[in-house]
């Protein structure tokens, strides 16, 4: 396993990118939701249902992406079967430091930038390890 493989380090940062912008927007777009709707909802209920809504747009980005290269349906199947551990490792990590810095999935605040750094940093060794070790691309690849 060679960690100092520059190419493999700037194309796992790439498919990571991918990968944040798709839970991103579902993540954080739920938690805007329901901030603006005034929706009565548990915190830990609103922190899975952001990290579910995550998951979910990002196997649709990566679907879009994917479509540029293939059909749409090996393009879904490609998206749904990309690292499931990177994506839940990211949304985990961006919701506890949301959870830690801004008191759980309270609304939108500037701890959104530590949370999106912090889920791109969880990722990205993951994702550059598959791609090294298995060959394999997740997130964009």
Same mark, same amino acid.
Request: net charge positive; aromatic share 12%.
């Given at each position: ?46 922190? +899975?249902? #952001?990290?579910?809504? @995550?998951? !979910? %747009? ?7 992406? =994917?479509? &540029? ?43 959104? +930038?530590? #949370?999106?750094?912090? @889920?791109? !940093? %969880? ?7 598959? =791609?090294? &070790? ?8």
């Amino acid at each position: 396993m060679n960690w100092k493989n520059q190419k493999n380090w700037r194309q796992s940062s790439r498919n990571t990118f991918w990968c944040l912008v798709g839970c991103s927007v579902g993540d954080f777009g739920t938690i805007a939701y329901v901030q603006w709707q005034d929706i009565e909802m548990p915190t830990r209920n609103l922190m +899975v249902l #952001a990290m579910f809504n @995550g998951i !979910l %747009t990002s196997i649709l980005l990566e679907t879009l992406i =994917l479509l &540029r290269q293939m059909d749409f349906g090996k393009a879904l199947r490609t998206a749904m079967g990309m690292s499931l551990i990177s994506m839940l490792a990211m949304e985990l990590m961006m919701n506890l430091v949301d959870y830690y810095g801004n008191g759980g999935a309270l609304g939108i605040s500037i701890w959104v +930038v530590p #949370a999106i750094i912090a @889920g791109f !940093l %969880t990722a990205w060794p993951y994702n550059y390890w598959r =791609l090294e &070790r298995l060959g394999k691309s997740c997130c964009g690849g």
